[in-house]
């Protein structure tokens, strides 16, 4: 009976402890709006997310990814890829796996997402509840392809961004957005 006892207890306190909140990086909200609203950040990405088809199920059951991903999600944290934003200026660099309908380069160095630019139609605004920031904006990539780009970025420093193409299935990205600094005290 103390058997079930003592391990109805370790089960107990087991699960307890599991709920505790994980370290998610935080920084104070005035830093935070005061580098959304002027346009001054950079996302590092962590996953990628394709948009899963045939194709792609194909090259998923073939063996070609690493351990640990799935066709529907890729690690590429710690690999350099990022999306920049100062004022008006874009610069992304980050891998596309997927389908292209057509175009496209005949370099197999450039086939990711790429570009630096000024964005055409950029809005950054906040959600109703204050609970995110969501950015807009239209690009061309190095290769000339027209890209949408849609991104939600929180106060815990997640963000997400969904890139649509005529060229490309669409493709989404999760990343965490660089710490920023707090403003020079005078």
């Known amino acids: 009976m103390k058997g079930r006892h003592f391990l109805?207890?370790?089960?107990?306190?087991?699960?307890?402890?599991?709920?505790g909140t994980g370290k998610t990086p935080t920084v104070d909200r005035a830093t935070f709006d005061r580098h959304m609203q002027g346009r001054d950040f950079r996302i590092q990405i962590r996953t990628v997310e394709p948009l899963a088809t045939q194709a792609m199920n194909q090259v998923g059951m073939s063996g070609?990814?690493?351990?640990?991903?799935?066709?529907?999600?890729i690690d590429v944290g710690g690999q350099g890829y990022f999306l920049a934003v100062k004022g008006d200026s874009v610069q992304m660099n980050a891998p596309y796996y997927g389908e292209r309908q057509m175009?496209?380069?005949?370099?197999?160095?450039?086939?990711?997402?790429?570009?630096?630019?000024?964005?055409?139609?950029?809005?950054?605004?906040?959600?109703?509840?204050?609970?995110?920031?969501?950015?807009?904006?239209?690009?061309?990539?190095?290769?000339?392809?027209?890209?949408?780009?849609?991104?939600?970025?929180?106060?815990?420093?997640?963000?997400?961004?969904?890139?649509?193409?005529?060229?490309?299935?669409?493709?989404?990205?999760?990343?965490?957005?660089?710490?920023?600094?707090?403003?020079?005290?005078?």
């Open 8 to 19: 109805a207890t370790l089960v107990f306190t087991g699960w307890i402890m599991g709920c």
């Open 64 to 73: 070609l990814l690493l351990p640990g991903n799935t066709i529907n999600r």
């Open 103 to 186: 175009g496209g380069s005949y370099n197999p160095t450039e086939t990711g997402m790429r570009f630096h630019e000024v964005a055409q139609d950029m809005d950054i605004s906040q959600s109703r509840d204050g609970n995110w920031y969501e950015m807009r904006f239209s690009v061309r990539a190095e290769d000339g392809e027209a890209l949408d780009v849609v991104a939600r970025i929180f106060p815990n420093l997640r963000s997400t961004l969904g890139i649509n193409s005529a060229e490309r299935n669409f493709i989404r990205y999760e990343g965490d957005m660089e710490r920023p600094e707090p403003a020079a005290k005078p």
